[in-house]
């Protein structure tokens, strides 16, 4: 079985248009080469109800979840109380971030910068000692900042965690368009109910109209289908095979 995952994107900026959401592309292809398969990605606003709702669906959908944005010390940073809502759980201040906290803002902690040590009850830090402020963990979600560089750092400490069988990968590239390919591509998934087959145009290409991707887990199930497409394409319809 595949482990799947589940993203929330969490900032009234995304929705609104105000920043371009950079972590769910990152996080996918993260992901994919770690043999982890994504569901679903979600974009909400700073509504503790909504997190609390859409965390809660997503962790019992998927095997693991990652929230980025809201986490902070300012008004609009409720990723925490959201996801602890979701949970059934008190938000409470982790000891060892609020040493962090101390540590980085010697004799200067307000109530603000507290902020930064809480987590839903329960949570488990990831990630010490290299992160400063490590990832935190509660039941499968995994609660991200919104800084793409931040949240690169982030998951590049952890991310062998989420490691499992790779998915193989071979890409077709065909002259002909989609409507002339269509039934040997239903013909394939006819045969190969589990192969992930995608078809995408490409537009103003000299080389090709389509490009045809196969992926699978099994290798022997991708080449044996890989057959199938190539023996039902025309020979002069395919540009190259990768």
Do not use: W
Request: charged share 25%; with cysteine.
């Amino acid at each position: 079985m595949t482990t799947t995952a589940g993203i929330l994107i969490i900032g009234n900026e995304i929705l609104s248009g105000k920043v371009q959401d950079a972590n769910s592309p990152y996080l996918c292809r993260e992901l994919r080469a770690l043999g982890v398969e994504v569901r679903r990605v979600s974009a909400i606003p700073d509504e503790v109800d909504t997190i609390a709702e859409e965390s809660s669906t997503f962790s019992e959908a998927y095997d693991i979840v990652f929230t980025t944005g809201g986490v902070g010390p300012t008004h609009d940073d409720v990723t925490v109380e959201g996801i602890a809502k979701g949970l059934g759980r008190r938000v409470v201040i982790h000891p060892d971030l609020e040493r962090v906290v101390k540590e980085l803002y010697p004799g200067n902690v307000n109530s603000a910068r507290l902020r930064l040590a809480q987590v839903p009850e329960g949570a488990e830090l990831l990630g010490q000692p290299d992160l400063v402020f490590p990832v935190v963990l509660v039941k499968n979600i995994y609660i991200f900042p919104g800084v793409p560089e931040i949240l690169i750092q982030k998951f590049n400490g952890i991310k062998e965690r989420f490691r499992d069988a790779p998915f193989f990968l071979k890409t077709v590239f065909v002259t002909d368009g989609e409507g002339a390919i269509a039934e040997h591509l239903n013909a394939v998934m006819r045969e190969y109910p589990a192969l992930l087959l995608g078809s995408y145009p490409a537009l103003n290409n000299p080389e090709y109209r389509v490009r045809l991707t196969l992926e699978s887990k099994d290798p022997a199930y991708l080449d044996n289908a890989l057959k199938l497409l190539v023996s039902l394409l025309s020979a002069s319809s395919i540009a190259k095979v990768e």
